[in-house]
């Protein structure tokens, strides 16, 4: 089926289903970290959802993953918000294994000792938060897991202060200007 058109700017083209993710994949692109037999793994994911306060946050990730069998041998990994200036190392991250490679060493991060869990800390990265799994209901299916934060961190001097967001097929976007509307947010003024 063709393009419907009804009025300029309310045309709806088919999209192909397989990438349709990509529409809501815009929350910023994270590290998860992992340590598993004494050895730190690092694995890029964009595939997330915040479901929650607490806080709470899903990942997707799949099991042809090297990280895949530390996080669910050990239940626990370390979520980092990388920033612009990481981006190259960031993909390249995601596109090697550390069944391989040693990523914190090749990509020159640094790994620091978090105080909740075993999985290191990103050094360089915007925030870190320690985490476990909460529900692994939709792991089988969907191959998504449900981490709880219990620490987290963030980086009092970092390099950049943007994050970056994945809209598909290896293109991102990076943060631009910030707008301040708190004067409006006058019902939900510390909450979201
Ligand atoms: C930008 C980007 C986003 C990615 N997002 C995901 C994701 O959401 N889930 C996933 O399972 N893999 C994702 N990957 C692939 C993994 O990061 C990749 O398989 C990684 O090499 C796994 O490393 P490991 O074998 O050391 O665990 C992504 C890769 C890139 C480059």
Same mark, same amino acid.
């Given at each position: 089926m063709g393009a419907r058109k009804t009025a300029k700017g309310n045309t709806q @083209?088919?999209?192909?289903l397989d990438r349709a993710f990509t529409f809501a994949e815009s929350g910023p692109v994270l590290l998860i970290a992992t340590r598993r037999k004494g050895k730190n793994n690092l694995m890029t994911v964009s595939c997330h959802a915040s479901m929650g306060f607490e806080p709470t946050i899903g990942i997707c990730l799949g099991p042809w993953n090297y990280s895949y069998e530390a996080l669910t041998e050990t239940g626990e990994c370390v979520v980092a918000i990388p920033h612009a200036g990481l981006l190259e190392a960031v993909v390249d991250? #995601? &596109?090697?294994?550390g069944r391989d490679v040693d990523k914190f060493k090749t990509f #020159?991060?640094?790994a620091r000792p978090g105080e909740v869990?075993? @999985?290191p800390l990103v050094g360089e990265c915007l925030f870190n938060l320690e985490c476990r799994i909460v529900n692994t209901q939709l792991v089988?299916?969907? &191959?998504? !897991?449900?981490?709880? #934060?219990?620490? @987290?961190?963030?980086?009092s001097d970092p390099a950049d202060t943007r994050? !970056?967001? @994945?809209?598909g097929d290896g293109? !991102?976007?990076i943060d631009g200007e910030t707008v301040d509307l708190r004067h409006r947010m006058t019902k939900w003024q510390h909450c979201i």
């Open positions: @083209a088919p999209f192909p991250i #995601g &596109n090697c294994s #020159g991060l640094t869990v075993k @999985a089988d299916e969907h &191959n998504f !897991f449900v981490l709880r #934060g219990l620490k @987290a961190w963030r980086n994050t !970056f967001h @994945a809209i293109t !991102f976007v």
